[in-house]
């Protein structure tokens, strides 16, 4: 994520600095987020949590420019409150995506963030959601920002269907080690929350506890 | 033709291209795709090799502009082929990246190319060497390189193991190039391989419909009480969605 100044440039050519990621198992999701805000070349922030909660089973990952991505979480928190009391119980995942695919579609000029929306609904069970640039697409798992580049390969090779919930915890910590250890933009610690139906945990893992690979 | 196609046509022809080179005990795989493209939008090659021999046991990998990386490998092989003649014996391949490396440097703010350099030499056995655009020179285990190179990273990082077989560093070059090749827009197209040994160079090509194979979706839908199973192979995104067209022509029919 960028606290960028209008220095850097437009939102067009502002690099999205982090890694997020979600995937779903069969009874819920997982997110994991990098901690790394920066400006520039500076870190303002290495302890920031971007998973942001939407609602009681629906979080969100943030990536892209801070402010906007901010934003954007902070409205749909707003419109999903008032639409889960008017409809008198908790809202579906597709909704929450919904809400923010209608913003970032929108504003797409104006803004420059990539929320990927994950949750737990009792009609579908766990969905990950991803809404980059006003498009909305239901996916078994997404990865995004700019460490997301270097996992590609990874998450390609490495995912199975029909993960359990340990599985798909050690896949979202093995990546997220992964993409930090080469992308500049991203590092600190690592956040996990996992969301099924009887709850939301979620978790810190330090960097020393973090897995290591190969370091030539 | 519209006029917003004219891009390809006056963009220069590169090699956005996957290139890796990996060292076991015993000899170096080198790898790369098969695809030139002009301005990101035109192929106007699927089947070029980027793995070009330039002695006997000696190969380099073509990134970045193929102009460019080509003047600059055909004058390499003409300055080693000379050199070795001069020396008597066979050369170096740290002699080979320092002839690349020269050009690459002196000639820094004219050329776009990368290269990696590998092979086996007498003096110490098989080396992998990375010759980067501005000309730094870093010999490695292993390295990759292009732009599909950049979505690799993570799975080189984390797939790599020292002390590897030839067929294992075989598998694991050829599953790398398929991976980028998936992902990356400007590779693609077969993956040629070559494997440097002291005993001589061996060429291989594996084309699109031999490669390795990712991901399986399995998706069971239960509809008006009858079960449908698909299957559909692929790369998780790409299953994914076929899976779910396919559950929508089955609650049509």
């Known amino acids: ?179 930090m250890s080469r992308d500049g933009s991203s590092g600190g610690v690592a956040y996990l929350v996992t969301i099924d139906d009887k709850g939301v945990e979620e978790k810190c893992i330090l960097g020393s506890q973090l897995p290591t690979f190969h370091d030539p | 033709m519209s006029s917003h196609n004219n891009g390809w046509r006056s963009a220069a022809v590169s090699t956005g291209t996957t290139i890796i080179a990996v060292r076991y005990d015993g000899g170096v795989v080198i790898g790369s795709d098969s695809r030139a493209s002009m301005g990101g939008e035109y192929v106007s090659s699927r089947v070029i090799n980027k793995v070009v021999q330039v002695h006997d046991k000696i190969f380099c990998c073509m990134s970045g502009s193929l102009a460019d990386a080509q003047a600059v490998t055909n004058a390499a092989i003409h300055k080693l082929n000379f050199h070795s003649m001069q020396m008597g014996e066979p050369p170096l391949v740290q002699s080979a990246a320092s002839i690349m490396r020269e050009f690459c440097y002196k000639h820094r703010d004219e050329l776009s190319a990368g290269f990696i350099v590998a092979g086996w030499d007498r003096k110490r056995g098989p080396q992998v060497f990375e010759v980067s655009l501005g000309g730094m020179v870093v010999e490695q285990e292993f390295t990759i390189g292009g732009s599909g190179s950049t979505y690799i990273y993570g799975y080189m990082d984390a797939k790599f193991k020292p002390g590897m077989t030839r067929e294992q560093c075989l598998t694991f070059t050829t599953n790398a190039i398929t991976l980028a090749m998936d992902r990356d827009n400007v590779s693609g197209g077969v993956v040629h391989l070559a494997v440097v040994t002291e005993s001589g160079a061996e060429r291989q090509l594996i084309p699109g419909n031999k490669l390795p194979v990712f991901s399986r979706v399995l998706l069971v839908n239960e509809y008006l009480g009858i079960q449908v199973r698909v299957v559909v192979r692929g790369n998780a995104f790409e299953s994914f969605w076929r899976a779910q067209s396919t559950r929508r022509v089955v609650r049509r029919v």
């Open chain 1, 1 to 179: 994520m960028q606290a960028g100044s209008a220095s850097d440039g437009g939102s067009k050519g502002l690099k999205l600095g982090t890694t997020i990621i979600a995937i779903e198992f069969d009874g819920g999701v997982v997110l994991g987020s990098d901690s790394r805000v920066s400006a520039g070349e500076s870190v303002v922030n290495r302890v920031m949590n971007k998973l942001s909660p939407l609602h009681d089973k629906i979080y969100c990952a943030l990536s892209g420019s801070a402010a906007d991505a901010q934003t954007i979480a902070e409205i749909v928190n707003y419109q999903l409150d008032v639409h889960s009391i008017e409809i008198g119980r908790d809202p579906l995942v597709l909704s929450a995506a919904t809400l923010v695919k209608n913003i970032s579609y929108k504003y797409k000029e104006d803004l420059s963030a990539h929320l990927i929306v994950a949750g737990w609904d009792r009609r579908e069970g766990g969905q990950v959601y991803a809404t980059l640039n006003g498009l909305l697409t239901r996916q078994p798992f997404a990865v995004g920002g700019s460490g997301s580049f270097y996992i590609y390969g990874f998450v390609d090779a490495e995912y199975k269907p029909d993960m359990s919930k340990e599985e798909c915890q050690g896949f979202v910590i093995s990546t997220l080690s992964l993409a």
